[in-house]
């Protein structure tokens, strides 16, 4: 027992330094042990690994291999034999070893490298010499290496030697899981599920939780291994050596670190609950160590992640790669997985004793068996802790413990996983243990001894002395003198002269037609026939020429000789022996050969119809030498069953047997053909057989030949025909033979000396296909085929199956390809002269109808599960192999196209669905791979930190405490898209239309990440522990990989994708903390903006920042929700809603700031300015805002809400444009006061004549001055400072300002005291009173204006619109003209100039409704008024009666005696009487007067112009007449009807609005006119106080 240390140092690599991230491994005596991975050209890994070693007869294997995303790759191999490793203490500098690409194998064993690469390594290597170690160290070791001795007491050889390998019990290879698909497998399913163990094993899972299986998958899950474990002790019946053989090294047995087997990892799950030492003390008892340096071990800190791995690797040779078979054996046998029944400790080892007692002891040594039964224990003890969990079987069996405590849950996120894991190979060296093609169970000829031996003579004799180069028959025209037949077709040699052809050396005679049909060699020939006829010098002279043939034919061609020799396995001393044999056996020819033959004609198909009715009447003469037979006759029938046997003896080897089909005729054309032909029937066809192609038991299909070129000929006719050749009666028929010789030279071209690879030939034409061999191996085939008449069909046949066996190997697709659709061709394009079905044929082919039916079925399943497999199988980094895929997708097609056209089935699976279903399986595995390995991967492709601290196993899987899974996740799902685009998909291009590789595999992976992702969102919103920007963040990649891989593919084009409801709650969300954020910052920006003073941003722009600041915030937080492109317009149409209510919110928020403040900035200059630019500039933002989040199209709520804020902030801009107008009122009512002063200085009155009017022009700039002074400061710093629309909005308030103020100022200045118009009432009462009214003007400095201070203001009033204005930059002169201020002012000035009959008929007609609205009458008068209009003058009459007075309201302690007064008002009435009385009544509160009054109205105005007041008063002697009512009733209502009688309510005064009023006060400024004085007086009476009241 040596110890063995290596310390791995570093390498030298050419190439890129971003290309490697390598590593290292080395075996060494069934221990593997690896390196950390590091990346660079120059790798550096410093680590110490010590071996134990028994056998120094061995070597160490070192690998270093590159890391990939999916799988690795080899960089190279060291091979070191140990005995040459030194003896040392000392550690030394190391030596330098080339890398090689190559193993050389002998006996299953490495025993060398070939092939340099350019790559070095460096490594130094040395046994420890013996030293002194402490007592307790040494029993230690002392026990370990009795454990060990113990172990290797049964080598694998007496294993097998022990236990012969049991046959499977169907076809299935136990030892190929590719190839087991039982017979029972319907290859119409096109299934591409990964239901068959995979054949490789995977990474142990840190995500692969419990909880990702359902609770009946779970207990299945774990009744499988439990399975294994049962069964494990009965899996020890594989042959070793075999398996090994199937595996070579750098297989999954060796994977990568940290790979871990199927099993093992399940195992790893039962280990749960056995604490860390129960582990290391069962690894200690019973296994190999491999002994790592403190450098090496556990620098990610995942102890038990480590120890596992070193468990497998010691395990995973001698333990594990029984596992997949043993599952296997579980499912073959009929028990369901994990049914089986489970028992108690007890009862496994009683079991296990039976089992000894059964078989004998096991053939594994007794370490190997104390680890199952430890196993088993293991096992036992879960039972009973689960059935112990209070019985729940759903509880999961462990608990997390420390470092032995195995893989840990993702206890987190319990629901989010419901899959089970399908695992992936990561390793391109896997793809070598995948056998390189399907098991041949037929291929019994490898091992057949005798049948080998009798085919190495035959192929020796046909070679020695080859058909392709026998001597030419030397035909010349010949004329018979006596009547002769044609040697080949028995035919009379017609004519007179010159009637056929004559060989001159064998003297054979023939038609000239049938010369080609000869085709015997004419040496061999003419010494049979000189030996009959005793010429013995010839014969000699015949065989010396033949002797010589043979002796150059060796001599030139000695290679032949030497590959047969080395095919079949012999000796040099029995070759040369051999080929004496059968040297002579050529020269003997025919003169010692005799043959047995019975021929039995069984049926035909396909033949043609000779006859009138369509049909034939089909019968076969068989002819042997001279010897004819012929069968009966089968009427009407083209595809006839004879069944009749023929017995025939040969003596002549080259004889050859003549079958001919003929069509019985009985009628008198066929009598006269038979006198003249000898043939009186049609001829059907004929086939020609060579005896010397003759060999044992024979069912051989024979297409029907021509026998010149007019015949009509179709169809096939079916032989069995059996030889027994004297000396040679047991042999095999010589298809059989052609296959033995076929199998066997292919099985040493590949696996003797190819090291199991197939050579392609280079072969070129149209019959490349037809070249199987180099030149020599294919010269053997085809001369045996020659001799002994195997079709070239079959030999095709026979190549496709032996390359089945090796159909992975590089190049065998396409030539496999390419032989099946040749065969397919010569089945499937029937030529026109026949007219037999595919089908038909194919069912006569020599090679088996149901075996290459069965072997096409095999091919096309296990095709299938590679293509299942095609990113392990045919890895994108390797063209050789990705045009290898190409080529099984041809050959998946080729299948097809022979299951369509020869088999003629129905509807055969589509290549193009079979392929597309096994991409998606393979996609479906990959995705998962890289799920439950994300971490470990991303790590690897991605991550460049070497310092960065790794995760615990716990959260390298989706958690709901981060969301660091998913980004990672969607990176290699984007590698495993582009590679399948860009690699895959233009070599998968045969189906263009139905198959995309890369839209494949985006469709897939989204499909799969869609439905992980809804499951781990909606399991993040109950919980919401993460950002809600970290939500954002992910939700932006998920947009991102549907847009670029997803969006357009046919499958999502024109559907709305389910992603954005995902992310629905957490946008919200973020939308909710954006508005707080974006409430601080308007508070924030205001703040600052108020610290500044509310400075202009610059000159151009006219608003402060504060604005711009916060539609910045709000932009950015747009562009985000605008940048999720989202598709789904209703989540848009949330998001706008949810968007606008923060618009609404934040710019709300800040115009209220701005308003409360306003008042307090008036005073400033420019502030309040830039205050209402920053409301204008908000309301200009929104409207961009409003565009961008769509417009017309957004969505109607979030369109409401904008529109509704657009008003409001309208609002809040006129109530700021009045504020600030307002503000203003003091200064402006000083200026209006001083232009009031001026204008009264102003002298002169009447119209203005023309002369005057430029001194009215002056007098009028005169009177603007102080305003324009004051206008033209304040205005033009308005310009500089506002925005046009904020402008507009303070000129129109300083004009509505202006106009007011000059209004109630200087054209009717307003009654300030409590009488107000009360005292125009009274004051008008009694004209003489007018002086008080006067007073009160004077007082009041209220004044009429004259006509010219009137014309003065009227041109005031253009130069101030004018002004206002500006040119066109001020107020449109629209809305100036238009505005009511102006108007109402000109309105007031115009009345001045207007004379009396007019204000009153203004009054008349704009003064509708002066008594209506009678709420609380004071009695009631009756009036019946007629109008007469006089037909030649016009003028009108107007009648009026008062008929009586009722329900007076009135209180009076003296005499009351109540009148009517009756006044017409309107124009033109200064002449005419206008006013009468009815006589009064006593006492009496409801008088009766029927008085009638007449008043006469010219004809300038129609009775629309004219009222009548009547006022009830009650009469006062000495004094006033005190009023009671007034009624008013206008002749426009009545003008239509002529005449109307009422009863009119009295009210207490008349009623009258602003410009009855200013009327009313301009005529009482009229003192010298009575009309004026009159009306005045009328309507300002009101109801007189009642005494006492």
Excluded at 279 to 294: F, M
């Amino acid at each position: 027992m040596s110890l063995l240390c290596v310390r791995v140092k570093k390498a030298k690599l050419q190439g890129p330094p971003d290309k490697f991230n390598t590593y290292v491994t080395l075996k060494v005596q069934n221990v593997k042990s690896t390196t950390v991975a590091v990346r660079g050209e120059l790798p550096c890994w410093e680590q110490d690994f010590m071996f134990e070693i028994s056998q120094l007869d061995l070597g160490l294997i070192v690998e270093v291999w590159n890391k990939g995303l999916i799988w690795d790759t080899m960089v190279g191999t060291v091979w070191i034999p140990l005995k040459s490793i030194r003896q040392s203490d000392e550690e030394g500098p190391g030596e330098w070893a080339t890398l090689e690409a190559e193993v050389l194998m002998k006996d299953d064993e490495i025993c060398g490298t070939n092939n340099p690469t350019p790559h070095k390594i460096l490594l130094d290597t040395r046994f420890e010499l013996p030293f002194d170690i402490p007592e307790e160290e040494a029993k230690y070791y002392t026990t370990k290496l009795e454990q060990i001795n113990a172990m290797t007491e049964y080598s694998f050889e007496e294993e097998v030697q022990k236990k012969p390998l049991p046959t499977a019990a169907s076809q299935c290879s136990l030892e190929d899981p590719d190839s087991a698909v039982d017979d029972r497998d319907s290859d119409y399913r096109s299934e591409t599920s990964n239901s068959i163990p995979p054949p490789f094993h995977t990474t142990s899972q840190p995500n692969a939780s419990v909880h990702q299986f359902s609770v009946q998958s779970r207990l299945q899950h774990q009744g499988d291994v439990c399975d294994y474990c049962t069964d494990s002790m009965q899996s020890y019946d594989l042959d070793y050596r075999e398996r090994r053989g199937l595996s070579p090294t750098g297989s999954s047995r060796y994977g990568s670190s940290g790979n871990l087997s199927q099993v093992s990892s399940q195992l790893s799950e039962l280990e749960h609950d056995n604490d860390a030492s129960e582990l290391e003390e069962r690894r200690d008892r019973d296994s190999y160590h491999s002994y790592h340096s403190s450098s090496s071990c556990h620098q990610d800190g995942k102890d038990w992640y480590s120890e596992q791995e070193e468990h497998s690797d010691q395990y995973s040779e001698k333990k594990y790669e029984d596992s997949d078979t043993s599952k296997k054996e579980n499912n073959l046998t009929g028990v369901p997985p994990g049914q089986m029944d489970v028992q108690p400790e007890g009862e496994t080892e009683k079991q296990d004793n039976s089992f000894y007692e059964d078989v004998g002891p096991p053939p594994f040594a007794p370490a190997r068996a104390r680890w199952i039964r430890a196993i088993n224990k293991v096992r036992v003890q879960l039972q009973e802790a689960q059935l112990g969990n209070e019985g729940d079987p759903s509880k999961p069996p462990w608990v997390k413990g420390g470092p032995g405590g195995g893989l840990y849950g993702i206890d987190s996120m319990p629901d989010l996983r419901k899959k089970k894991p399908i695992p992936l190979v990561s390793d391109l060296s896997l793809v070598q243990s995948r056998k390189a093609g399907i098991a041949m169970a037929n291929r019994t000829s490898l091992k057949d001894e005798e049948l080998k031996s009798h085919v190495y003579r035959k192929t020796l004799q046909a070679l020695i002395y080859p058909i392709s180069s026998t001597t030419p028959h030397n035909f010349e025209v010949w004329t018979a003198t006596t009547p002769t037949y044609c040697y080949e077709c028995e035919g009379l040699l017609w004519g007179i002269a010159r009637q056929g052809m004559r060989c001159t050396e064998c003297g054979v005679k023939c038609h000239e037609k049938c010369q080609d049909l000869l085709n015997a060699d004419c040496l061999q020939r003419a010494a049979e026939k000189s030996s009959k006829h005793g010429a013995e010098d010839r014969t000699q002279n015949i065989i010396m020429a033949m002797k010589d043939r043979m002796k150059i034919r060796e001599r030139n061609k000695p290679e032949i000789f030497d590959l047969i020799r080395d095919v079949f396995e012999m000796a040099k001393i029995p070759h040369t022996q051999q080929m004496k044999t059968v040297k002579q056996s050529v020269l003997d020819g025919t003169s010692k050969w005799s043959a047995k033959i019975t021929i039995t004609v069984l049926c035909a198909q396909g033949l043609q119809a000779k006859d009138k009715t369509g049909s034939s009447d089909p019968y076969v003469t068989v002819q042997v030498g001279k010897t004819k037979k012929r069968t009966k006759t089968i009427y009407g029938n083209l595809n006839p069953v004879w069944e009749e046997k023929f017995h025939f003896e040969c003596h002549n080897s080259s004889d050859r047997i003549k079958v001919r089909v003929w069509d019985e005729d009985d009628d008198i054309k066929s009598r006269v053909k038979q006198r003249l032909k000898r043939e009186s029937d049609d001829f059907l066809g004929q086939t020609i057989i060579e005896v010397r192609t003759l060999s044992g038991e024979m069912d051989v299909w024979y297409n029907l030949e021509k026998r010149t070129d007019k015949s009509a000929v179709s169809g096939a006719i079916r032989l069995q025909i059996s030889v027994e050749i004297k000396g040679e009666e047991k042999v095999a028929p010589y298809h059989v033979q052609y296959t033995c010789l076929h199998e066997n030279l292919f099985h040493y071209l590949t696996d003797g000396v190819g090291s199991g690879g197939v050579k392609i030939p280079d072969a070129k034409g149209d019959d490349a296909w037809k070249v199987y061999f180099d030149e020599t191996a294919q010269e053997i085939v085809d001369e045996f085929a020659m001799r002994y008449g195997i079709e070239s069909i079959y030999q095709a046949m026979t190549h496709f199956a032996c390359l089945s066996s090796k159909y992975m190997c590089p190049g065998v697709p396409a030539v496999m390809s390419t032989l099946l659709a040749n065969i397919n061709a010569y089945y499937a394009h029937t030529t026109a002269s026949t007219n037999v079905s595919a089908s038909d044929r194919f069912a006569a082919s020599n090679f088996g109808k149901e075996r290459f039916v069965k072997l096409l079925d095999q091919l096309h399943n296990s095709l299938r599960i590679d293509l299942s497999m095609y990113r392990n199988n045919f890895p994108a980094s390797s063209p050789e192999r990705l045009q290898d895929l190409k080529s099984t997708v041809d050959l998946l097609t080729s299948i097809t196209f022979f299951r369509m056209k020869v088999q003629e089935l129905q509807s055969p699976p589509r290549a193009s669905q079979v392929v597309k279903d096994c991409v998606k399986a393979c996609l479906n595995s990959t995705y998962e791979y890289i799920f439950n390995n994300c971490h470990e991967l991303y790590c690897r492709e991605y991550q460049n930190d070497p310092n960065k601290k790794d995760l615990p196993p716990e959260e390298q899987g989706p958690s709901i405490k981060n969301l660091d899974f998913w980004p990672k996740l969607i990176t290699l799902i984007v590698s495993i898209i582009e590679e399948d685009k860009n690699s895959y998909t233009p070599v998968l291009n045969q189906f263009p239309q139905e198959l995309s590789v890369g839209k494949i595999s985006a469709e897939v992976m989204w499909n799969l990440f869609s439905q992980d992702m809804k499951y781990a969102m909606e399991e993040h919103e109950k919980h919401r522990l993460c950002k809600s920007a970290d939500y954002m963040n992910l939700h932006f990649k998920v947009k991102w990989l549907y847009n670029e891989y997803v969006r357009d593919l046919p499958a999502c084009k024109g559907s709305i994708p389910e992603y954005p409801v995902w992310f629905e709650q957490f946008v919200t969300q973020w939308l909710d903390e954006n508005e707080e954020v974006s409430l601080e910052f308007l508070h924030g920006a205001l703040e600052r903006d108020k610290k500044d003073g509310f400075q202009q941003t610059s000159e151009h722009a006219l608003f402060s920042c504060s604005v711009v600041d916060v539609f910045t915030q709000l932009n950015q937080s747009f562009e985000i929700i605008k940048k999720l492109e989202c598709p789904d317009p209703n989540v848009v149409a949330h998001y706008m809603r949810r968007f606008a209510k923060t618009i609404g919110k934040v710019l709300l928020q800040y115009a209220d700031i701005i308003s409360k403040s306003f008042q307090s900035y008036c005073l400033k200059e420019k502030i309040p300015c830039i205050l209402m630019n920053n409301v204008q500039q908000l309301r200009v933002q929104l409207e961009k805002m409003f565009e961008a989040m769509g417009g017309k199209e957004l969505d109607s709520e979030a369109s409401d809400t904008l529109k509704e804020l657009q008003v409001k902030l309208n609002t809040v801009l006129d109530e700021l444009s009045a504020v600030f107008g307002n503000s203003f009122q003091p200064r402006l009512d000083e200026c209006i006061k001083q232009m009031s002063d001026i204008l009264c200085q102003v002298k002169g009155t009447g119209n203005v004549p023309a002369s005057a009017r430029n001194t009215v022009a002056q007098d009028a700039d005169n009177v603007l001055r102080p305003l324009m002074d004051f206008l033209d400061g304040n205005l033009t710093l308005f310009a500089k400072v506002c925005e046009k629309t904020v402008l507009k909005r303070v000129l129109k308030e300083l004009w509505r300002i202006v106009m007011n103020t000059m209004e109630k100022a200087i054209v009717l200045p307003p009654l300030t005291d409590q009488t107000g118009t009360q005292l125009i009432f009274t004051a008008a009462k009694e004209l003489g009173q007018l002086s008080k009214l006067k007073d009160h003007m004077v007082r009041e400095e209220t004044r009429s204006l004259t006509p010219k201070q009137c014309a003065i203001m009227d041109l005031a009033l253009d130069t101030i619109k004018q002004y206002f204005h500006a040119g066109g930059n001020g107020l449109k002169k629209t809305f100036l003209e238009k505005s009511q201020d102006l108007q109402s002012l000109r309105y007031a000035l115009s009345l001045y100039t207007q004379t009396t009959d007019t204000l009153i008929k203004t009054f008349v007609q704009t003064q509708t409704s002066q008594g209506s609205g009678v709420d609380d009458p004071v009695g009631e008068v009756s009036l019946q008024i007629d109008i007469f209009t006089h037909p030649g003058t016009g003028e009108h009459k107007i009648t009026v009666k008062v008929v009586a007075a009722n329900d007076l309201k009135w209180n009076t302690t003296g005499m009351f005696r109540p009148f009517v007064e009756v006044t017409m008002i309107g124009p033109h009435l200064s002449d005419k009487k206008r006013k009468f009385t009815t006589k009064s009544k006593s006492n009496n509160w409801a008088p009766k007067y029927n008085e009638t009054f007449h008043f006469i109205l010219g004809n300038e105005d129609g009775p629309e112009c004219y009222e009548l007041q009547a006022c009830v008063k009650d009469y006062c002697f000495a004094r006033e007449d005190r009023v009671i009512g007034i009624a008013l009733m206008q002749l426009r209502d009545i003008a239509d009807k002529g005449s109307c009688a009422c009863w009119c309510p009295l009210g207490r005064r008349i009623h009258m609005d602003e410009t009855g009023l200013t009327i009313l006060r301009i005529l009482s400024q009229r003192t010298n006119d009575e009309v004026a004085k009159e009306f005045v007086k009328l309507k300002s009476e009101i109801r007189s106080p009642e005494e006492g009241s």
